[in-house]
């Protein structure tokens, strides 16, 4: 007959106990549902008690910080705010729920303003939809909450495209496949009038 060793036993062991305190654990919050633990607002902070990670319903969104000034937010979302070791805003994660649209996003910043950012809308009233990744250069001129959009890879109404922008965001090349399965490309000059298209 084939025995276990001693190692393997331990961990077979301490792997069965484990598994039988987290159903006690689990089957005590499920039972005790009142005891969950409640917040509006949870702070996380580093050792000098600047925040670094903010996590808020939409009425406690911190608004955004930038070079240690207080700025207005577009809209008042719930989700997660990421801040550095100044406690200037450096990202997040928001869920924006109003009247008229419905609209996720995740962003990454740069020290002023949105780096890279991944949204999903849609809206209540009409059938509008996109998703998709939009990518900008930093605005050089440090103006808080400016930056250039140069990419965009995007499917709005069921039209796919990969829209490349110059410095001052005009369009200059757009590859595209529409609703109804037609691709194309385009390539503007730095008017944004139509120099070659297929």
Request: glycine share 6%.
């Amino acid at each position: 007959m084939q025995t276990i060793s001693k190692t393997p036993k331990i961990f077979l062991t301490a792997l069965i106990l484990f598994n039988f305190v987290l159903m006690a654990c689990l089957a005590y919050f499920f039972l005790n549902k009142d005891d969950f633990l409640t917040a509006e607002r949870i702070d996380i902070k580093d050792r000098s008690g600047k925040n670094r990670v903010v996590i808020a319903n939409t009425d406690n969104i911190p608004q955004p910080i930038i070079n240690g000034k207080t700025y207005k937010r577009a809209y008042s979302p719930a989700g997660l705010i990421f801040f550095d070791k100044n406690g200037d805003e450096r990202g997040g994660l928001a869920i924006t729920d109003n009247e008229e649209t419905n609209l996720n996003a995740l962003a990454f910043d740069y020290q002023n303003a949105d780096a890279v950012g991944i949204l999903a809308q849609d809206n209540k009233h009409d059938n509008y939809f996109r998703a998709g990744i939009l990518i900008n250069d930093k605005d050089l001129s440090g103006k808080p909450g400016h930056n250039i959009n140069r990419i965009n890879l995007l499917t709005e109404n069921g039209n796919a495209s990969l829209v490349m922008k110059d410095n001052n965001e005009i369009p200059r090349i757009i590859l595209k496949v529409d609703s109804l399965g037609n691709p194309s490309i385009e390539i503007f000059d730095n008017n944004g009038k139509v120099k070659w298209k297929q």
